[in-house]
């Protein structure tokens, strides 16, 4: 009976994993890339968050002040994040803050930056460089990996926290240009259900160098507008977008890893009196990892109690915010 009632959950369980491999994740498995980036150095202090439990923690021999005027200073890339956020929410409407894990990029050589500085930090000036929001295959295998993990451990009776919920989708983005409007409108790939059409303005861009870690992270707060859907039978898209994600929640936050799929495509304004083929773009594959506030409405109400000069929990959020952005970069293969 004890067999046959692990042959049923196996039954029930298989699926379900699946479900929570991405395709970029089975690409990756079957066909392995090198792991060609630079190594990095540990550090001889630093011990993983479960390496030691809390129970277990030696007590320190004496007591010790925070600092001579008895507080805890905060740190200075979150008070910078935290300034971030708080100056460019203002009081829009139908905000978007996302944090992306990628690469600062040199746009003369291709190759990663290098700056003179051995711990993360906030750039006032990013000329020069582009932010790839992309990782490799075995990157994105890996962190598809280690959210399943902690999506069961989440699960387990003993567990204390707030659980982990997630959800695959796969959906096609057709980008249009409308009145000078870049408009997008998301559909389901497999019914061809409208999800959304909007058009997003850049806010603004926050990029944090991390040089102890394989990637670095980008801030960015757009602002969304819901549309009208445009007359597709008019108008060809300017580019498509195929989406395989797999969102992963815990709190106000999603944890998105996407593989996005842009086939060959045509670029640029088309010149009535051009001879020859269009310019194309050629196709283009990107693995991303992105966490998104998906309820921004929690930080708009801690920005409000700071206005007023009200207890709040603004730096709590971001503290928290950042934190899950260096933990997952961190954790990059």
Known sequence: MDNLNQRKRQRTETPEIQ???????????????????????????????????????????????????????AEDIVRVVADFVFTHMKDRTN?????????????????????????????????????????????????NKLLNQRVDETRRPEFRGSRIVYKHTREVDHFYRLDGTRIRVTKDKESGEVISV?????????????????????????????????????????????????????????????????????????????????????????????LEVAQPEVWFAERAKVAANKPNNFHEITHIFLGNLKALAKRAI
Do not use: C
């Open 19 to 73: 479900r929570r491999v991405s395709a970029a994740s089975l690409s990756a498995i079957v066909n392995p890339e090198p792991n060609n980036a630079p190594s990095f150095n540990p550090s001889p202090t630093f011990q993983p968050y479960n390496s030691i439990p809390l129970e277990t923690r030696p007590q320190s021999p004496v007591r010790l002040e925070q600092n001579i005027f008895g507080t805890r200073p």
């Open 198 to 290: 909007i058009t997003k303005n850049k806010v603004a861009d926050l990029n944090i160098y991390s040089p102890r870690t394989k990637l670095d992270i980008r801030i960015t707060i757009n602002e969304e507008q819901t549309l009208e859907m445009p007359d597709t039978e008019a108008h060809k898209p300017i580019l498509v977008r195929h989406k395989d994600r797999l969102s992963y929640k815990q709190d106000i936050w999603s944890f998105d890893l996407t593989q996005v799929i842009s086939p060959e495509h045509e670029v640029g304004p088309v010149n009535p009196y051009a001879t020859g083929p269009p310019k194309t773009a050629p196709a283009v594959t990107t693995h991303e990892l992105e």
């Open 95 to 143: 905000i978007e803050i996302e944090g992306k894990l990628g690469r600062l990029v040199d746009k003369k050589t291709g190759q990663r930056i290098s700056l003179p500085v051995v711990s993360e930090t906030a750039l006032a000036d990013d000329r020069g460089m582009r932010f790839e929001s992309d990782m490799t295959l075995q990157q994105h295998a890996m962190f």
